[in-house]
């Protein structure tokens, strides 16, 4: 399949703003100043608010308005998305500490938003994402006090990592450039994230008008913690998760760039082998295919319908 340039667009309204505050998981190393041992998480809401829900989550350095044209065409078709900014990332709080930005985290402070939900949600993980989904996936008896994941969509990420991938990510957020302009750092994204596909200008700009934040030098430094990078560490070392897929239990469907580093064809073609799983692969993508092309767009919607 070959990914295209067009945007889904639809009539739907702006969306809302959503928070929580959450306590850090038991044992996590305190916080300091800025977040008082409590994390906000928050994000963007799309579509009715009594629709079945759809968890979307970003990648490693990303946040949740990368997913807006995906947003809009699963409200349209009354699905109630959220489109969560992960701690460091977009709106939400930085954690003071580095070694928090780890998936554990991630999946021990989205469980109270979970319980809140009282619906069996899906969920769409570009690259961190779909590992925080695997992890929510993971937890044993689906706890009746919160939400049970009905579908999930993995995006470019799988059961096996090559560490030389993992190395390459942590090169380029190991960077803390400063911007005299959102051209800029349009161009900076064009740059490190050449793997979303062959996106429109007005893709190109949307992603960087909400990945730029201002300084207090008045340049423009991106909308990431740059402790995010630190968490990956010096040594980064191959990562296997087939233990966790072999137990998975939701219908999962599997995005692959057919440039891929991260999702080898090796590895998705074994993880295809699981029942209940469907591998699509994007021509003209690496890592990862952005979800803005309108091919992308309908591949995941209708594995959610």
């Known amino acids: 399949m070959r990914a295209g340039e067009g945007v889904v667009t639809t009539s739907f309204p702006e969306p809302r703003l959503g928070a929580i505050r959450v306590p850090l998981p038991p044992g996590a190393p305190a916080l300091g100043a800025r977040v008082f041992g409590a994390v906000d998480l928050r994000w963007v809401e799309w579509g009715p608010p009594e629709g079945a829900p759809v968890l979307c989550l970003h990648g490693l350095s990303r946040n949740g308005r990368d997913f807006d044209p995906l947003a809009m065409a699963l409200a349209a078709e009354g699905r109630r998305v959220l489109c969560i900014d992960m701690p460091g990332r977009g709106l939400s709080s930085w954690l003071s500490d580095p070694r928090l930005y780890a998936v ?155 440039d891929s580093p991260l999702l080898t064809a090796e590895t998705a073609a074994r993880m295809a082998t699981r029942p209940g799983t469907t591998l699509v692969t994007f021509d003209g993508c690496g890592h990862a295919p952005a979800l803005m092309a309108a091919e992308q767009i309908e591949t995941v919607a209708g594995f959610l319908r």
């Open 104 to 258: 554990p985290t991630y999946v021990a402070l989205l469980q109270p938003l979970l319980r809140e939900l009282k619906k069996p949600f899906d969920l769409v993980g570009t690259s961190m994402g779909g590992l925080i989904g695997l992890g929510l996936a993971s937890i044993p008896g689906q706890s009746r006090r919160r939400a049970s994941l009905r579908r999930l969509v993995l995006n470019d990420v799988g059961a096996a990592i090559p560490g030389s991938a993992l190395a390459h990510i942590g090169a380029y957020l190991a960077e803390t450039p400063g911007f005299e302009s959102l051209e800029a750092v349009e161009a900076h994204l064009r740059r490190i994230h050449a793997g979303f596909g062959a996106l429109s200008d007005a893709q190109w700009r949307h992603l960087a008008c909400h990945s730029a934040r201002a300084l207090p030098n008045g340049r423009l430094g991106l909308h990431h913690d740059p402790g995010i990078g630190r968490a990956l560490g010096p040594a980064i070392a191959d990562v296997s998760l087939w233990p966790l897929w072999s137990v998975l239990r939701p219908p999962v469907l599997l995005l692959r760039g057919a």
